[in-house]
């Protein structure tokens, strides 16, 4: 009752496991008072370093000019001046950025972090569709990076859950208001409003609806594919945002795909953090043999292994048990 209800309606930030750790020192010590002075010295550096940690985080979150926390978690931007004196805001779901924008030096349009030019997202709105309009849906709204690819005559709709991110993308970034396409925003969850919806004829269906590490499974399912594929226009493609430090899902597409007799690219692009480009991986989904057949597709595309044992992620079956790294860097 405390984290889920209270908690979001009283704190602008997540405080509740150092609170939670320093009052549980506090009850700690009381209890072990009568069991010598060892204990109630150990105690007493709990309480201590709860109190600390508290001080620490609220402390951290002195630089962000914008944080708001709801249901759905704390969102907050940061603005910095960079090396080359540009004005940097960063969209931030705890630790992970959820876009950012470059203000100055010719910027301010520029696509960055996980949405380059170079990455897989980019790859497929750069060579879906010639000099034709597009209709672009994109589950997740971010900082609305994504409206900086949009040209005069394009449709961009975005779906996005979270009213605290479209209130934040309006008012604090300029990725929608700057992008000379139409744009508009659907309230809700993505799927449910794609099952409700009328074919929305899409060139490219982009989901990015991952909060940070989490996996909504629901947007990764055979059923979930079906969706999308019936709101592409013929040769449309699904472009899947997989970068994850700890989960290897790039397999789970690779099965999506052949379970639906298309196939799946994997696009794997390096940092440029000069550049303001993160590392990422994007998983495209098609059935469009031109596409395929694009030399500049063909050229970054790279491998995908599937692990001994793992099987169709259904909306009743997933397993996060195969897909886990090894290798995982856990701090």
């Not at 605290?164 to 992008?179: G, M, P, Q, R």
């Not at 899409?202 to 989490?214: H, M, Q």
């Not at 499974?217 to 970068?243: C, D, K, N, W």
């Not at 052949?258 to 994007?282: C, H, M, P, Y």
């Amino acid at each position: 009752m405390l984290v889920g209800i209270v908690a979001p309606l009283v704190s602008p930030g997540n405080y509740d496991v150092a609170i939670g750790l320093s009052l549980t020192a506090v009850l700690g010590f009381v209890v072990a008072r009568g069991n010598g002075r060892a204990m109630r010295r150990a105690w007493s550096a709990m309480i201590g370093a709860g109190i600390a940690l508290v001080i620490a985080q609220v402390r951290s979150d002195r630089d962000a000019i914008v944080r708001v926390r709801n249901f759905y978690g704390t969102v907050h931007v940061t603005h910095m001046h960079n090396p080359q004196n540009a004005d940097v805001r960063s969209l931030n779901h705890g630790a992970i950025v959820y876009g950012r924008q470059v203000f100055g030096s010719g910027l301010r349009r520029v696509p960055n972090t996980y949405y380059a030019r170079t990455s897989g997202v980019g790859l497929a709105l750069d060579q879906c569709c010639g000099n034709r309009p597009r209709r672009i849906g994109v589950i997740g709204l971010g900082a609305g990076t994504l409206a900086a690819y949009g040209n005069a005559s394009d449709t961009i709709r975005f779906y996005e859950i979270n009213r605290a991110v479209e209130d934040i993308a309006t008012s604090k970034f300029s990725y929608l208001s700057d992008s000379p396409a139409f744009t508009e925003i659907v309230h809700g969850d993505a799927r449910v409003s794609l099952a409700g919806e009328a074919p929305q004829r899409y060139d490219v269906l982009i989901v990015d609806a991952f909060s940070g590490d989490a996996i909504p499974a629901h947007l990764l399912t055979a059923q979930a594919l079906e969706v999308y594929r019936r709101h592409l226009a013929p040769g449309g493609i699904v472009a899947f945002h997989v970068s994850n430090r700890f989960l290897e899902l790039a397999p789970v597409l690779e099965q999506l795909a052949r379970n639906a007799g298309i196939q799946a690219v994997r696009v794997i692009n390096t940092e440029d953090l000069k550049r303001e480009v993160f590392g990422s991986e994007w998983i495209l989904v098609t059935a469009s043999a031109e596409f395929l057949a694009n030399p500049t597709v063909v050229r970054a595309q790279q491998p995908i292994d599937v692990p001994a044992g793992l099987h169709l992620w259904t909306d009743d079956y997933s397993s996060l048990f195969h897909i886990i790294k090894v290798s995982a860097r856990w701090f």
